[in-house]
């Protein structure tokens, strides 16, 4: 069965940086792109970044970017999201995800950027 489990989210102050992980299991990791999503309270799920199976393209939320970076290694079946310069707008649950027929969810990783 997929499983995607996230951890790296912490409580940071505005400035600061987190690197996310996800690790799949479940599936072959590398024939497919990943993905990573957040959502704040009271808000939709928005799309953060992509990056490709093989990890040589990358997208990102136009929030997000310069600041973001999606990497993958696929020795370790794992996905990594850096994040620099956090701002109090970047608090949400952070998911990884991918499409295999059909959209599997991580259960996420709490990211709070606060004094």
């Known amino acids: 069965q997929v499983r995607l489990v996230e951890s790296g989210g912490d409580l940071v102050q505005p400035g600061g940086s987190l690197r996310l992980s996800c690790a799949a299991s479940?599936?072959?990791?590398?024939?497919?792109?990943m993905r990573w999503y957040r959502q704040a309270p009271g808000k939709e799920r928005e799309l953060v970044a992509v990056?490709?199976?093989?990890?040589?393209?990358?997208n990102y939320a136009d929030s997000v970017k310069g600041r973001f970076t999606i990497s993958r290694d696929n020795a370790k079946n794992t996905v990594y999201l850096q994040m620099n310069s956090l701002k109090p707008e970047d608090t949400a649950v952070y998911y990884c995800?991918?499409?295999?027929?059909?959209?599997?969810w991580g259960q996420g990783t709490q990211v709070t950027v606060t004094v």
């Open positions: 995800n991918v499409h295999r027929r059909e959209d599997y």
């Open positions: 990056i490709t199976n093989a990890g040589r393209r990358t």
């Open positions: 479940g599936f072959t990791f590398s024939n497919y792109a």
